[in-house]
C-alpha cells in the first residue's frame, strides 16, 4: 500500500489487552448437558401431565402485517371455556391455560378454540386425588393404568390454508366485468349524498303542491 501525504503512519494496537475484549464459549458443552438433565428433571417432577406444559389456544398475531399466521396464545377466553364446557375454576386443574383479559373479535377464532378444548377433553385422563376413592369426572382406573407422559408437543398449532382451491372459471363469472363494477360502486359512493338530497327535494316538492 502506497502512503501519501504528510499523514501518521498506521500503527494500530490490536492485541492490547486483548484477553479483557474476548468472549469465550468453553462451556457450551456443559451447559448443553445442564439443559437436558433440566428437562428430564421437570418431566419426571411435573409426570403424568404433558411435558410441553398447559393446552394454550391458537390466536392471530397482531398488525396487518403478521395477522395471516396463527400461533400459540396465552390462554383460553372465559367465553370459549364456556361453549366448550369447562368450568373458569376447574381449567388449571386440568392443564387448560386461562387468559381472563383476552376477548374473542370473531366466531372463527372462537369455533376453533372451542373444538381445540373438545379435541382436549376427548383425550383427557384425570387421576383421582385418591386412587382408593375416585370421584366424579375421574378416569376410569384402566385408562389410569395405561396413561403414558406425553413427550412431545401438545395439539400444536396447524396453519390454516391460506390460498383457495383451484377452480375452473363459470360461464357467470367470464360475462362478468369486474372492473366496471368496481367502477359503479365506487360512483355510487360518491355520488350517493346528492342523490339523496336530489330525492329529497323532489319529496318535499311535490309535498308542497299537494298544499
Not at 501519501?4 to 489487552?17: A, D, I
Not at 378444548?117 to 387421576?127: E, G, M, P, Q, R
Not at 329529497?200 to 311535490?206: H, L, N, P, S
Amino acid at each position: 500500500m502506497v502512503l501519501k501525504h504528510n499523514n501518521q503512519l498506521p500503527n494500530q494496537h490490536f492485541r492490547k489487552q486483548w484477553a479483557r475484549r474476548v468472549k469465550t464459549w468453553f462451556d457450551q458443552a456443559g451447559r448443553k448437558k445442564t439443559r437436558r438433565l433440566a428437562r428430564v428433571q421437570k418431566a419426571a417432577r411435573i409426570a403424568p401431565r404433558p411435558v410441553d406444559g398447559l393446552l394454550r389456544p391458537a390466536v392471530r398475531c397482531p398488525t396487518i402485517r403478521y395477522n395471516m399466521k396463527l400461533r400459540s396464545g396465552r390462554g383460553f377466553t372465559l367465553e370459549e371455556l364456556k361453549e366448550a364446557g369447562v368450568k373458569r375454576k376447574e381449567a388449571l386443574s386440568i392443564g387448560i391455560a386461562v387468559d381472563f383479559r383476552r376477548r374473542n373479535k370473531s366466531n372463527e377464532s372462537l369455533e376453533l378454540n372451542v373444538q381445540r378444548l373438545k379435541a382436549y377433553k376427548a383425550k383427557l385422563i384425570v387421576f383421582p386425588r385418591k386412587p382408593s376413592a375416585p370421584k366424579k369426572g375421574d378416569s376410569e382406573a384402566s385408562e389410569v393404568a395405561s396413561a403414558v407422559q406425553l413427550g412431545g408437543a401438545l395439539f400444536p398449532v396447524q396453519q390454516l390454508a391460506a390460498a383457495p382451491e383451484a377452480r375452473a372459471i363459470t360461464a357467470d363469472e367470464k360475462k362478468t366485468n369486474a372492473y366496471m363494477k368496481l367502477r359503479y360502486a365506487r360512483s355510487a359512493a360518491r355520488t350517493l349524498g346528492a342523490r339523496e338530497k336530489r330525492a329529497r327535494d323532489k319529496a318535499e316538492e311535490e309535498a308542497s303542491k299537494k298544499k
